[in-house]
Every structure is written in structure tokens, then in C-alpha cells.
Nanobody, 119 residues
């Protein structure tokens, strides 16, 4: 199993920045891909960004390209999401998730961290 703990959320004004962290523990050697998702009130959860755990590739949702950057510290099993130029529509609970590469979607999820952007 893999355990995930997110941190770094908070309240920020429009145009501001935050950095989210996702600390992974457990069977981290089995991680194939990690992603960030978000869910705003009344909306479905949506993909934000993701990367191969070996750093080979990254993907972003069109809505965050050029503003958000995903990275990882493999030595410390931590995934990051740098959020810049935040807008009120970025307000959501942000989750990290692990895909073990078994073609069954994401296998483990964190509890989420709240990001609130005021106008």
C-alpha cells in the first residue's frame, strides 16, 4: 500500500502563489505515475497535472498550463505542485493520487488540501 498526505493549501488572493506537497510512504517503489486532482464545490473531480515517477513525462490540464508546475523529490518521496497566478476559479480541494501502472486507474488517494483564492 501507499499512503499519501497533502499539505500546503490555504487562503490566497488572486494573482498569488502556493506550493502543495504530497508525501508518499509505504510501498513507494511501486509508484508508476502520480497526479494532482481538484474538486470544487458542486463540481466533479478533475485532473490538474501528473508525472511519471521517474520524471520522464508530465501532463497538465489546459486550464493550468503555464501557471502550475508539477515536480517531485524522489529521494524524499514527495510530489509538489507549484500554483502561480491563482484565480478564484482555482478554488478547490486538491488531491494527490498514485497510479501503480496496473491499468486500473489511480490506486491510492490522499485526503486533500483546501485551496481558496479570493478575488
Amino acid at each position: 500500500q501507499v499512503q499519501l498526505v497533502e499539505s500546503g493549501g490555504g487562503l490566497v488572493q488572486a494573482g498569488g502563489s502556493l506550493r502543495l506537497s504530497c508525501a508518499a510512504s509505504g510501498h513507494t517503489f511501486s509508484i508508476y505515475f502520480m497526479g494532482w486532482f481538484r474538486q470544487a464545490p458542486g463540481k466533479e473531480r478533475e485532473f490538474v497535472a501528473g508525472m511519471r515517477w521517474n520524471g520522464a513525462s508530465t501532463r497538465y490540464a489546459d486550464s493550468v498550463k503555464g501557471r502550475f508546475t508539477i515536480s517531485r523529490d524522489s529521494a524524499n518521496n514527495t510530489l509538489y505542485l507549484q500554483l502561480n497566478s491563482l484565480q478564484p476559479e482555482d478554488t478547490a480541494v486538491y488531491f494527490c493520487a498514485v497510479d501503480l501502472g496496473r491499468s486500473s486507474g489511480y490506486d491510492y488517494w490522499g485526503q486533500g488540501t483546501q485551496v481558496t483564492v479570493s478575488s
